[in-house]
């Protein structure tokens, strides 16, 4: 609508715009209906209801002013150490009560105040605005150009060639001292990742007992948890290498072992993997001795131990490591080497 439409429309009663719009509906579905007929409150035809509004706008913003006074009046007046019964809050402050309720007062007065007066005394005619085209005149363009060649050329920035190229190699080197400073996150983790306290003739030592395990230990059926020997809750660093030693063992009928190395690390049907889940790390700990699968809490990943930790559910990317066992002569459990692979989530794989 041009602006000359909204004027005429404006100066026209509320039902013959109400009339006209409903005729453009019937002509045509899709045009445009225009702002719908604008009805006069009560004070916008009746001065004395007008009137009325204005003291009660008034009479707010009094309320305000009074209780910003006592606001200011109780923070002088009473003492931080008097307390009084409010019910239902109990005992407290009388000055922090006096100075909460008064100030609420002023604000929640002001706001009803502006609230009353836009609804009732400020115009609440709408008012329908064209929008401009934001693009720019073909003459603003030219000149724009004109002034960057301008620039361009008094600048040199074609001519000094080796001004030019000097800054392009400042520009593209300058990022590198951000990716430095990326050292100071903490000293390179090496290929401390890749390695855990496993290694050759380590006892398997029972998670929570602290003692070495036998064979005979192990019963079908349950999930038993152990660690390297040698490790103890009371050095620095045992958080950081039980979270990547941590072991669980099952007992399998040797029969039930689909994989072929699978079979090979077990000793007796017992086989022993990581306790880490590849997915983002988290202990695993469920067990359903009939299918021999694991479950992580975390997302449900399942791993299937009778087929080398094969993941069979869930998000995790990588079977889980095996750690190769065997019986000691002294008839104990002890680790061949380390894990073959980095446990847990992948991306400890480039560590
Ligand atoms: S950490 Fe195990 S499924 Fe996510």
Redesign the pocket.
């Known amino acids: 609508m041009s602006s000359h439409e909204i004027s005429e429309a404006e100066d026209k009663l509320p039902e013959e715009r109400g009339a006209e719009s409903a005729v453009r509906l019937a002509e045509d579905p899709f045009a445009d209906p225009g702002l719908p007929p604008h009805e006069h409150r009560v004070q916008d035809i009746d001065e004395r209801a007008a009137r009325r509004s204005e003291r009660t706008v008034a009479l707010l913003f009094t309320v305000s002013m009074v209780a910003t006074i006592a606001f200011i009046a109780a923070y002088v007046a009473l003492p931080v150490d008097k307390y009084i019964y409010v019910f239902p809050i109990g005992h407290i402050s009388a000055l922090n009560f006096a100075l909460g309720v008064t100030l609420g007062i002023a604000l929640f007065t002001i706001g009803a105040g502006a609230v009353h007066w836009a609804r009732t005394l400020m115009s609440d005619e709408e008012i329908a605005d064209e929008r401009h085209p934001i693009e720019a005149s073909p003459e603003v363009k030219s000149k724009v150009l004109d002034d960057f060649r301008a620039g361009a050329k008094e600048s040199g920035f074609g001519r000094r060639k080796l001004a030019r190229n000097t800054l392009f190699g400042a520009l593209a080197l300058v990022p590198l001292s951000g990716v430095v400073l990326l050292r100071d996150l903490g000293p390179l983790p090496g290929t401390k990742l890749r390695h855990t306290k496993w290694a050759k003739g380590k006892r398997l030592m029972n998670y929570n007992t602290m003692q070495p395990l036998r064979p005979e230990d192990i019963s079908v059926g349950s999930l038993t948890f152990a660690m390297p020997e040698g490790m103890s809750e009371e050095q620095h660093d045992f958080q950081t290498e039980i979270a990547k030693a941590a072991l669980m063992l099952v007992r399998l009928q040797p029969e039930n072992i689909k994989d072929k190395r699978e079979l090979d690390w077990s000793h007796e049907g017992i086989v022993a993997f990581s306790k880490i ?6 202990p ?1 700990n469920l067990y359903e001795q009939q299918t021999h699968h694991v479950l ?6 399942t791993f299937d131990l009778s087929d080398g930790g094969r993941v069979i559910f ?3 990317g990588h079977a889980l490591p095996q750690l190769r066992i065997r019986a000691n002569d002294q008839g104990y459990l002890e680790a061949m080497g380390d894990f073959p692979e980095p446990v847990g ?1 992948a991306y400890w794989e480039r560590g």
């Open positions: 889940c590849t997915h983002v790390g988290c695993i992580c809490p975390c997302h449900q990943s869930g998000p995790a989530p």
